[in-house]
């Protein structure tokens, strides 16, 4: 007998996703010894998340310009022993992510040898356009595992800035407790341990 297809036959379905317990992740450790040994170099765009390197997201011209209002606008409103980092690296629990920004402990001489850890820093921010998913959930889970007091999201696609607070630490779940918006007109407060130092213009660093 002679078949004629019209169509090719269907191939066999791909699995729509890995097992979480399939991944092999890497610790903090290892993600610096492949730094050291030239395997992961600059040019490869990548951050250790949740033990997965993570490829970097393509940063247009508004994300750019709002990362570059940022680091204008925070170091304003700090008190001496503190400043600010844009898009370096912090270790941290199982990441090693590197926000658009963070608040600084002490002097950057300080980490002429080491980078900046969790406990070294009191506020992250993360400029969110195409990223705006990842930086809502691995990110956000990221540095509430790590207790990272304040964690911003500077939404570029709804105009707002979102602060999360009260991290959770380590939990099964790491998030964080409050969550507030602030709008176009509204000011930000900028807390560092635990205290108001000053407050922001929403609108001065959105583009």
């Known amino acids: 007998m002679t078949i004629t297809a019209t169509a090719p036959p269907p191939s066999p379905a791909a699995p729509s996703s890995i097992a979480a317990e ?15 040994a030239g395997i992961l170099t600059p040019e490869d765009r990548v951050e ?26 925070l170091p304003q409103v700090l008190p001496v022993s503190w400043f600010v980092n844009d898009q ?4 941290a629990v199982v990441s ?22 969790a406990p070294d820093v009191a506020l992250v921010v993360e400029v ?11 990110k956000k889970r990221s540095y509430a595992r790590s207790n990272i007091p304040v964690f911003w999201i500077v939404n570029l696609v709804d ?9 959770t630490g380590p939990a099964e779940q790491p998030d964080y407790r409050q969550y507030q918006e602030f709008d176009p007109d509204d000011t930000l407060p900028v807390v560092i341990d635990g205290r108001e130092v000053g407050r922001l213009a929403v609108k001065d660093v959105l583009p």
């Open 22 to 36: 399939d991944l092999y992740r890497l610790s903090v450790e290892q993600y610096h010894q492949m730094i050291a």
């Open 128 to 138: 969110a356009d195409t990223s705006l998913a990842r930086d809502r959930g691995t």
């Open 159 to 167: 105009r707002r800035i979102e602060v999360y607070t009260e991290p």
């Open 96 to 117: 090693e992510p590197e926000p658009d920004a963070a608040v600084v402990r002490g002097d950057r001489r300080q980490y002429a040898d080491r980078r900046s850890e």
């Open 48 to 73: 250790l998340l949740e033990g997965l390197l993570v490829r970097q997201m393509t940063k247009g011209p508004p994300h750019t310009l709002s990362t570059q209002l940022l680091r204008d606008a």
């Open 88 to 91: 370096e690296p912090i270790a």
